[in-house]
């Protein structure tokens, strides 16, 4: 960062009011003062300073940087958090940023069957919460019995906990809300899963030096998102159309359409074009397809639907994938057998970029948008 020392002012103007903002809520758990907070009323998934302590645009803790040393989208937060990850910046044939690709898949029936296309995520937090490699970790759930289809940050510690939490949503959950319940019950070593936007909070928040925060973030698993909802989607879109009560929903993806399975047994689509509508703001202008600043990239594209494209790209990533190929937890195959995958990873992550604004620090922009 630059040697002035930007506060909430320049973080509200900047990015919380300019589109910038994807709601991560990385600000929120960073504030040493606790004055700012998180709303997702009306589709909003933004963060928000209490009036207890100036208002919604100024902060009286004028020196105080927190805000702007955790958001992952202030100023020239890629090649930051790329120096600080990888020890570079990418280069410009690097379209999913710096990592190796392949296809995994737990072997585990129950990991396997309870995730989301090959069960890798998972399996990875599994391993990682019975082997002393993390105290907990923040992830998504659904609220209540799940019949709402509202998603929520939870903690997770236990094989039974994970599983319980598995699978997409589609709506979004700023998982690192979680972090304080997390800290509250003692867990000082935390994995964060989350889409690119989460999965760039810890690595800007230990490039810019967050203090505490930034220290017990210690593993990211991030997602491959191309964008995601509000949950007015499910009543205004689902059931008012297609007759799809949420509380009937047993399951969803996508490929190329919204797949969804109902708890009688049906099975629907819904052209994802019709979806567009419900898009959610943080979305709009995210230029990060693949996480590419997690320590494992994974998703479900590609050819083979139960098996999950993998991008493998720091030290701890890979260790902890071929810790669970040593243990037999998972299977391995190159992403030569899918080369359709790899194209669409790399169109995708092109696409990504183009919403990137010409307004802001242009670095996201950088790469081509005809390589590849």
């Excluded at 935390?190 to 203090?211: D, E, F, I």
Aim: with cysteine.
């Amino acid at each position: 960062m630059s040697s002035e020392k930007p506060n909430w002012a320049e973080l509200f103007s900047e990015v919380v009011t300019s589109g910038l903002c994807t709601g991560c809520a990385g600000c929120v758990i960073a504030c040493p003062h606790d004055v700012l907070s998180y709303t997702d009323l009306n589709g909003a998934y933004k963060p928000f300073h209490l009036d207890i302590d100036g208002d919604e645009s100024s902060c009286t803790h004028e020196t105080c940087t927190m805000c702007t040393r955790a958001c992952p989208r202030f100023r020239a937060w890629e090649p930051e958090v790329d120096s600080h990850r990888f020890g570079r910046t990418r280069t410009d044939d690097e379209l999913y940023g710096v990592g190796d690709v392949l296809l995994v898949r737990a072997r585990e029936s129950a990991t396997h069957d309870a995730g989301q296309d090959g069960g890798l995520v998972s399996a990875l937090l599994i391993y990682a919460l019975e082997n002393d490699v993390i105290d907990a970790a923040l992830v998504s759930g659904l609220e209540g019995d799940g019949s709402t289809w509202k998603a929520e940050p939870r903690v997770v510690r236990t094989r039974e906990e994970v599983l319980a939490t598995a699978g997409s949503r589609y709506t979004y959950s700023p998982n690192l809300m979680a972090y304080q319940q997390a800290v509250d019950a003692g867990y000082e070593r935390l994995a964060v899963v989350g889409m690119g936007c989460m999965a760039s909070t810890p690595g800007v928040m230990q490039a810019r030096k967050a203090g505490k925060v930034a220290r017990r973030l210690g593993l990211t698993i991030g997602l491959l998102c191309s964008k995601t909802f509000n949950d007015a989607i499910f009543d205004e879109l689902f059931e008012a159309k297609y007759g799809i009560a949420k509380a009937n929903i047993q399951k969803m993806n996508i490929k190329g359409v919204f797949q969804i399975w109902t708890k009688d047994g049906a099975y629907h689509e819904v052209p994802l074009k019709e979806a567009h509508a419900w898009t959610r703001e943080g979305c709009e202008h995210c230029p990060d397809f693949s996480a590419e600043h997690a320590d494992i990239s994974c998703g479900g594209i590609g050819t083979f639907a139960d098996w999950t494209l993998t991008i493998t790209r720091t030290d701890q990533g890979r260790s902890l994938i071929a810790a669970l190929i040593d243990a037999n937890l998972v299977d391995v195959k190159p992403i030569d057998e899918d080369p359709d995958a790899l194209a669409l990873l790399k169109k995708l992550a092109r696409l990504s970029r183009r919403r990137w604004p010409e307004s802001a620090d242009p670095s996201p922009r950088r790469i081509p948008v005809t390589a590849g």
